[in-house]
């Protein structure tokens, strides 16, 4: 692009709490010309026709119908992840703007942390921990072992890429797989996992000691797991989310761990997040 112009992209700040990571800087600067929400508010005039492209990061800047108005060039909102349902797609479209995301860059991550939760949550490692730091301890209790991983029934509601790749671990584990999904895997691909698919979620809640949650978020999946859900649950199981913090209803998860309806839960997600304090 030598001798051309960068193109503009809008991005909510650089640094700071939720702002574009400063070692990142470097390298989209190279490509493209970074404006921040407070340079464009305080220059609009000569902004507003110049932006091409919104870089979203941490689901910021927020998009509405006020910003697209202003920016009568938009091309691309890419949004830095894989969920978009931070982002109105329909209102989008309407102004002809297109959305990027990044699909499967963090599906191995997000799976290592759904077996992580689920590995933690079982053996107490987070109580545990407490304990061994905490000034109070004078002995470590013979009844905090946890439960066995091994053996134990996997629930996985979604088994897409991430979905998938927690039953390959959860096989090394040697645990016995069920799995909820809109459509069943292919017969080779769940002989690879010994995975077992249940037609209907409640089967699969039933029988399983840990439910572990992998789907999008859409209105389908809006509090997929609520009061009802959680009471077909063994009162001995976990719930493990590595999905969107309302896929859950969370008071209706905090009523069943008050009243010891399941045993745990496990979360990489929550609504809000963080939760408040």
Request: with cysteine; aromatic share 6%; net charge neutral.
């Given at each position: 692009?030598?001798g051309?112009?960068l193109?503009?992209v809008?991005?909510d700040?650089?640094g700071?709490?939720v702002?574009?990571?400063?070692?990142h800087?470097g390298?989209?600067?190279k490509?493209?010309?970074?404006?921040t929400?407070k340079?464009?508010l305080?220059?609009k005039?000569v902004?507003?026709?110049k932006i091409r492209?919104i870089?979203?990061?941490y689901?910021?800047p927020a998009i509405?119908?006020?910003?697209l108005?202003?920016?009568?060039?938009?091309?691309?909102?890419?949004?830095?992840?894989?969920?978009?349902?931070h982002?109105d797609?329909?209102l989008?479209s309407s102004?002809?703007?297109?959305?990027?995301?990044t699909?499967f860059?963090?599906s191995?991550?997000?799976?290592?942390?759904?077996?992580?939760?689920?590995?933690?949550?079982s053996r107490?490692?987070?109580?545990?921990?407490?304990?061994?730091?905490?000034?109070d301890?004078?002995y470590?209790p013979?009844?905090w072992?946890?439960?066995?991983?091994s053996?134990?029934t996997?629930?996985?509601?979604g088994m897409g890429?991430?979905?998938?790749?927690?039953?390959?671990?959860a096989?090394?584990f040697?645990?016995?797989?069920?799995?909820h999904?809109?459509?069943?895997r292919?017969k080779?691909?769940?002989n690879a996992?010994g995975?077992?698919y249940?037609?209907?979620?409640?089967?699969?809640?039933?029988q399983s000691d840990?439910?572990?949650?992998a789907?999008?978020l859409?209105?389908?999946?809006?509090k997929l797991?609520?009061?009802?859900e959680?009471?077909l649950?063994?009162p001995?199981a976990?719930?493990?989310?590595?999905?969107r913090g309302?896929?859950?209803?969370?008071?209706?998860?905090v009523e069943?761990?008050?009243?010891?309806?399941?045993?745990a839960a496990?979360?990489?997600?929550?609504?809000?997040?963080?939760l408040p304090?």
């Amino acid at each position: 692009m030598e001798g051309q112009e960068l193109p503009y992209v809008l991005v909510d700040s650089i640094g700071e709490k939720v702002g574009v990571y400063k070692d990142h800087v470097g390298f989209l600067k190279k490509r493209f010309h970074l404006i921040t929400m407070k340079e464009y508010l305080e220059n609009k005039t000569v902004l507003s026709k110049k932006i091409r492209a919104i870089y979203m990061w941490y689901h910021k800047p927020a998009i509405n119908e006020e910003l697209l108005q202003s920016l009568p060039n938009l091309k691309v909102v890419a949004s830095s992840g894989v969920g978009i349902d931070h982002l109105d797609v329909k209102l989008l479209s309407s102004y002809g703007v297109k959305v990027a995301n990044t699909p499967f860059v963090v599906s191995t991550d997000t799976a290592d942390m759904g077996m992580a939760l689920l590995l933690a949550s079982s053996r107490r490692i987070v109580e545990g921990h407490q304990m061994a730091v905490s000034p109070d301890t004078e002995y470590f209790p013979a009844d905090w072992l946890g439960v066995e991983v091994s053996g134990a029934t996997l629930g996985i509601v979604g088994m897409g890429t991430i979905g998938y790749k927690v039953a390959e671990r959860a096989k090394a584990f040697e645990m016995k797989i069920l799995y909820h999904n809109r459509s069943q895997r292919k017969k080779e691909e769940e002989n690879a996992v010994g995975a077992v698919y249940c037609k209907k979620i409640d089967d699969l809640l039933q029988q399983s000691d840990f439910v572990l949650l992998a789907v999008n978020l859409t209105p389908q999946t809006h509090k997929l797991i609520g009061k009802r859900e959680l009471e077909l649950m063994k009162p001995t199981a976990t719930l493990i989310n590595i999905s969107r913090g309302l896929v859950v209803d969370q008071d209706a998860l905090v009523e069943a761990l008050q009243n010891k309806v399941i045993k745990a839960a496990a979360l990489d997600v929550t609504y809000p997040e963080p939760l408040p304090r």
